[in-house]
């Protein structure tokens, strides 16, 4: 709905309980601090986002095996926070190690391999290196055209920063 302080005050009554609750590491812990993360992301204090997906992160990192998809999450989100503030060398650092465990995890064609994809193309696009920027845009088309309905709003954004990319070429 959009009301992110009320978001933030009831996970906080919510962290208060996690604390007592579990244990320092817990993986829930890890869900916890990600939610708090995308609601910094979407209120734009990048650096408060941040803060939480790492935390985040380094949980999972402890919990998890080093090629779990939510790893790949975690990663994803933290490449996001980096784009959204205009540090596409980060960003593509960090979409990179994502994309790493999905390609092992996912079947090629998965919808969630395009996303990654799709992702690395817009860090491309952001750095101006536009020809790596195509491929990749190109690349989540295809899988996203083979695996979605052809009205899915996913293949209209991805045609749209095609676009934007052959016209900076």
Known sequence: ???YSKALEFYEKAHKIYEKA????HPDLATFYNNIGGVYKNMGDYSKALE???KSHKILEKA?????PHLAS??????GVYKNMGDYSKALE???????????????NHPSLATSYNNIGLAYFGKGDYSKALSFLEKALSIWQKSLPPNHP???TV???IDNVKKKM
């Open 52 to 54: 939480f997906y790492e």
């Open 22 to 25: 579990l244990p320092p590491n």
């Open 94 to 108: 960090f979409y990179e190690k994502s994309h790493k465990i999905l390609e092992k995890a996912l079947p090629p």
């Open 1 to 3: 709905m959009g009301d």
């Open 64 to 68: 998890l095996p080093s090629n779990h």
């Open 74 to 79: 975690s990663y994803n989100n933290i490449g």
């Open 154 to 156: 996913n293949i209209k």
């Open 159 to 161: 045609k749209n920063s």
